[in-house]
Every structure is written in C-alpha cells, then in structure tokens.
Nanobody, 122 residues
C-alpha cells in the first residue's frame, strides 16, 4: 500500500529525494513519516508530516538538512535530503498512521512501505 522509492548511492554533501506513493489508502487522512535503520542499529524516526495542516516534525540529527512535504493530489509524500553525511546511510521506510499530533514513535504507525537503501560515501 505504500511504495517508497528514490534510494541510491551518493557522495557526502550530495542530495536525494524520496517518494512515498500510496495505493488503497488516501494519504491525506494520515500522518506520514520516514524512518531509517542503519546496520546494527534500531529503527529511528526521521521526519513526519500531518494530514490536515501539514505540521512537521524532524529528528534533531536531520533538522535543517531534510525537508518533508506532501502532495495530496498525487497521494505522495516526499523527503528531500540535502547535505548528506555517511551517518545517514541506512534503509529508509515510509509509514502511515492516524493520530492528532506528530510523532516519530514507530509503534504509532499502522502501514509500512518496503525499505529503500541510501548509501552515502565519504
């Protein structure tokens, strides 16, 4: 139901843009978040965006470098990642959930897309 795309190999300082496209659900009813999991580490929340007002939340590690946005007409959420660092290397997932305030707690999310790998070379 959620299809993430846009991963790849990029050099330090480079940029990538992820897309999370939905089928079978209407994204404007949900908070949409991006999570990531680096090798040997737990999955962590990166950013989320609200359904009605577009309120956003970012993890401190990516604030100022990543930008989340949504296009409800295309049923798609985007994550623009700039100034990438080697520590951003991870498998990235998009997820959808219904609640009233933004959260990066992964247990709050009901629907998950498959992961897409980002490798940032130094």
């Amino acid at each position: 139901q959620l299809q993430a795309s846009g991963g790849g190999l990029v050099q330090t300082g480079g940029s990538l843009r992820f897309s999370c496209a939905a089928s079978g659900i209407t994204l404007d009813h949900y908070y949409i978040a991006w999570f990531r999991q680096a090798p040997g580490k737990e999955r962590e929340g990166v950013s989320c965006i609200g359904s009605r007002f577009g309120d956003t939340k970012y993890d401190e590690l990516v604030k100022g470098r990543f930008t989340i946005s949504r296009d409800n007409a295309k049923n798609t959420v985007y994550l623009q990642m700039d100034s990438l660092k080697p520590e951003d290397t991870a498998v990235y997932y998009c997820a959808a959930g219904v609640f009233t305030i933004p959260t990066l707690w992964n247990n709050a999310y009901d629907f998950w897309g498959q992961g897409t790998l980002v490798t940032v070379s130094s």
